[in-house]
Structure formats: structure tokens, C-alpha cells
């Protein structure tokens, strides 16, 4: 068995409480004569909430406020226990914010060739 702290057995495993939150869910099953303690690791998905503030300020600012928003999601459906409606939110914020770099450097090219045709067109 493990000792009595209330820390869980980590089996090899580390994890960063810093960068992760980490929940712990505690079943008990018994069966005859036997208990066992099941206990299930729920690690919050990654919210992708500086990713998303990078695109909001550099590349395309519609497209980045939705992602901050699905991004905050995250946090607070991981809280509330919806660990499958923050994955959904993570990815959400995820493809939000790769939309936003997408569409915000083609405006950019866009903007950058249109410059170089009008130098050209007046040289």
C-alpha cells in the first residue's frame, strides 16, 4: 500500500500543479472480504489562453476575442467537474485561434503585395 498522506500514488508519473490542475475523484468498490480504492486523475486540457491572446493583438482581432473566450471556458468547465466540455472548449480555442493566424497573415500578404504593386505601378 502507500503511506497515509492524502497525496495520491503517482505510479512513475509526475505531474506540474503549477502548469496542470489536477483532480481527484475517489471511488470505493467493495467486494467480498475486499475493498479497493479506485481513484481517477482528471488534468485540465490546455486552454491555449496566451496562444489566443498572441493572435488577438498580432493577427486578427475578431477571431482572437472568440478564442480568449472559448479559452476561458476551459477553466471554468474543468471546475465545475465537465472535463468532456472542457476538451471541447480547448479545442475550439484551438482552432479559433489557428483561423485567426491564418486569415490575419494573408491580410498581411495581401496588404504587403498591394503596397509593392502600387510602388511599381507609380516607379
Known amino acids: 500500500m502507500h503511506s497515509n498522506d492524502d497525496s495520491p500514488p503517482t505510479n512513475g508519473v ?4 503549477a502548469e496542470e ?3 481527484y475523484n475517489d471511488h470505493t468498490k467493495s467486494g467480498p472480504g475486499e475493498m479497493v480504492m479506485i481513484r481517477e486523475i482528471h488534468v485540465q486540457p490546455n486552454d491555449y489562453m496566451s496562444y489566443a491572446i498572441i493572435v488577438t493583438i498580432c493577427c486578427c482581432l475578431p477571431l482572437g476575442l472568440i478564442a480568449i473566450i472559448r ?4 477553466r471554468s468547465r474543468f471546475d ?3 472535463l468532456q466540455g472542457a476538451r471541447l472548449s480547448a479545442k475550439s480555442s484551438r482552432r479559433w485561434s489557428i483561423a485567426g493566424v491564418v486569415l490575419g497573415s494573408l491580410c498581411y500578404l495581401l496588404s504587403i503585395l498591394s503596397i509593392v504593386a502600387a ?4 516607379g
Open 119 to 122: 510602388l511599381f505601378l507609380v
Open 21 to 23: 490542475k489536477v483532480i
Open 80 to 82: 465545475n467537474g465537465d
Open 14 to 17: 509526475k505531474y506540474d500543479i
Open 71 to 74: 479559452s476561458s471556458q476551459v
